[in-house]
């Protein structure tokens, strides 16, 4: 099943191949640096790759963000769990063309409730590179505190932030 959500300016769709080359040519620049990045073509075209898998397998994923009326591709936002990942995770990766227009909150606070409400989750964090301070800065805003004792994936050293603990609907 695949969910759309519409927030007021927004689209958050299921990624697909005509986001493929803004998807590369973001992980292949430095704004994907907390993603550990830049990567080469082809690890930025496999980086897209775990992007529509992770749907397959899991039935959820990280949406592409779009303004409603343009499908242009400004970012990945939502859920996230491999299965070496110690917890669920809201993640973000926003592209150069959204930078600075709170696209990136829009869009996480819709993933946030859509977790809560139809995922069922109630407790999940964001992995966050210590030099992204943006991204620290949003998590923050969205109510999530730093929790030093977390675990981070093993591929990661990134600062785990816990976004508060609700209750699933």
Not at 38 to 60: D, K, M, N, S
Not at 105 to 122: C, N
Not at 143 to 162: F, I, M, T, W
Request: proline share 5%; charged share 20%.
């Amino acid at each position: 099943m695949t969910v759309t959500l519409t927030t007021e300016r927004l689209i958050l769709r299921r990624p697909k191949a005509a986001d493929l080359q803004p998807s590369i040519d973001f992980f292949m620049s430095d704004r994907a640096a907390g993603v550990g990045g830049p990567f080469t073509v082809g690890q930025a075209w496999r980086h897209f790759g775990y992007e529509l898998g992770h749907w397959e397998i899991h039935g959820f994923g990280m949406w592409a963000v779009t303004l409603k009326g343009d499908d242009t591709i400004l970012g990945l936002v939502g859920p996230w769990f491999p299965v070496d990942w110690p917890e669920r995770e809201i993640g973000w990766m926003m592209f150069a063309n959204a930078e600075g227009k709170g696209i990136a909150q829009e869009a996480a606070t819709a993933a946030i409730q859509h977790a809560r409400t139809e995922l069922g989750w109630t407790n999940f964090v964001s992995y966050i590179d210590k030099d992204i301070t943006r991204s620290i800065a949003l998590a923050e805003r969205l109510g999530a505190s730093l929790d030093a004792s977390a675990k981070c994936p093993e591929s990661h050293q990134s600062l785990v932030y816990r976004h508060p603990v609700g209750k699933a609907a």
